[in-house]
């Protein structure tokens, strides 16, 4: 890639969020580099994908010249508070300072995880101070991100669902299901509202948050429709489909405990079963005023994430 087109903007991951944030930069014309340990991602003339670890200052700094924005959205290597603890602190501390050093801002996609009154409906305004587990670790990092010299903003959506959102409560545990006619096994309650917030409206948010610097060091909401519960998402891929209404069963807490003793996978999915067992709402309205946007509609993101699937079973 020649100087006159070297990228301005960084993406570390390939993941759901990475990759959609990548494909819109290169959609409005804008150069990316994309860095993964494999060198994967989505493929496009303006998408610049790079084999490097981004935990690795040298390797990093190498990709750095010129960048004005980094979005880091590089997850642990599992779902457990001891990886979390183990790997993200360091892997953040290391894009901070690079990107301090560069003069870019850093653009965290970041969960309700941290929110410590979570049976409220939760604003960019509300208590982040959870302690213990998985939830501590996002209250950690968020404050480590505070206190950091470089410019940071943190864009908060709830469980995503969309394109490329595959390890997903509304991802392959429910819109395969969907299209084959199968039984939806949800966990907590298939009928307490919930909020979803769909991944390109996730990936907007965090490109739009990193060309305004008027909202760079703070906490924003990525924009995201009206609560919906697991069944009413179901519902709605299956009339996305034109398919019939799915069957929804509700997968029994007592066995969800028991297998959480066996299962260190179920035990941790279990640590946040109270997103789902009671209504878990989270209102963006105020950073939508910020961003200039709001939510896709529901039916469009629906019918959306419905041709994606179909898309990827028939390839």
Known sequence: MSPETTPAFLVTGAGPIGSTIATQLAAQGTAVTLLTRSGS????????????????????????????????????????ERAWRAELPQAERTVLDAAANAGAVVVFPESLYSYSEPQRPMREDSPREAR????????????ARAAHPAHTVSVVGSDYFGPRALNAHA??????????????????????????TYVPDFAAAMIAAALNESLWDRVLHAPTGPARTQRQMAQAFASAAGRPAPKVAVLPRWLMKGLGTVMESIRELNELDYQFTAPFVMDSSA????????PTPLDRAARETVSWWQERTAA
């Open 132 to 143: 213990g587990g998985k939830r501590g670790v996002r209250t950690e990092l968020l404050a």
């Open 287 to 294: 950073s939508e005023a910020l961003l200039g946007f709001g």
């Open 41 to 80: 991602g989505p493929e496009h003339p303006l998408i610049h994908r790079v084999k490097a670890d981004a935990g690795d200052p040298a390797q990093l700094a190498a990709h750095l010249d010129g960048v004005r924005a980094v979005f880091h959205c590089v997850h642990g290597s599992a779902y457990t």
């Open 171 to 196: 991802g392959e545990r429910m819109v395969p299901l969907v299209l084959e006619g199968k039984t939806v096994r949800v966990i907590g309650s298939a009928d307490q509202p919930h909020s979803w």
